[in-house]
């Protein structure tokens, strides 16, 4: 009887109708799907398109529909470009918005000064241009602090507009910016000069886009070996056309209804 019984237990191993019990399994690795559904979870990060519907009172891309453009030039101040961005717009009476880097406005306070003397208003793009989303909540923080203190200094506020270079920043850091009642502001129109393209494809890349609430952004500064002639031509033909279509040109605090200094 015990022969046969062994023999018995042999053949129900052997159809597969034996399972150990739960309390012998390995608990510290469970099912490949639930470990990769976990971590897949957890990494996932919202796009800068759902940052911005998410967190659409602090990051903004345009201005309400009517009949304004605002024309932004980041990379600021740079001795080689922005004097003759800024010389274009003295002569056709056009106030623009300037995102400033830090450390360049340490080295070229004048150029700062003068935007604001000639009514310009300026953002805060850093202080030295990194990549926001690679930063440690500590970097990025300093990154914003320390430029906006050297603002101040030199233009008599801290600006409330934060332009994050490449566009980029993750949801900590909007959230941070949204607590300390800073604001956002990227672009919809590209000029893509940063390239060193023609005036004419400057022109194009920006007329062809453009529409109301348009936040265009181009570049007054650059790094060794940038040539930004193509918008510097460009910018008068720009203005006059934009004007034509009837178009009011202004700063970002005019378009969006914010103040330019943070509170």
Known sequence: MRVRL????????????YHAPASS??????????VSGSDSAEAEQLTLGQLRQKYADTF???GPSTKQVALTFDDVPDPRFTPQVLDVLKKYKVRATFFIVGSRAEKHPDLV???????HMVGNHSYNHPEFSKLSMNAFRKQILHTGDIIHHLAGYTPKMIRPPYGDINEEQLQWAAKQHYSIVNWNVDSLDWKGLSKEKVKDNILSAVKPGS?????AGGGVGSNLNGTIEALPEIIEELRNRGYELVTLDEMLGLPKAKD
């Open 25 to 34: 399994r390995n608990a510290s690795n469970p099912p490949s799907e639930s």
């Open 60 to 62: 903004k891309t345009n």
């Open 215 to 219: 936040i265009v952004l181009q570049h």
């Open 6 to 17: 062994i023999m018995l237990m042999v053949i129900v191993i052997f159809l597969g109708g």
């Open 113 to 119: 000064k003068r935007m604001v003397k000639e009514g």
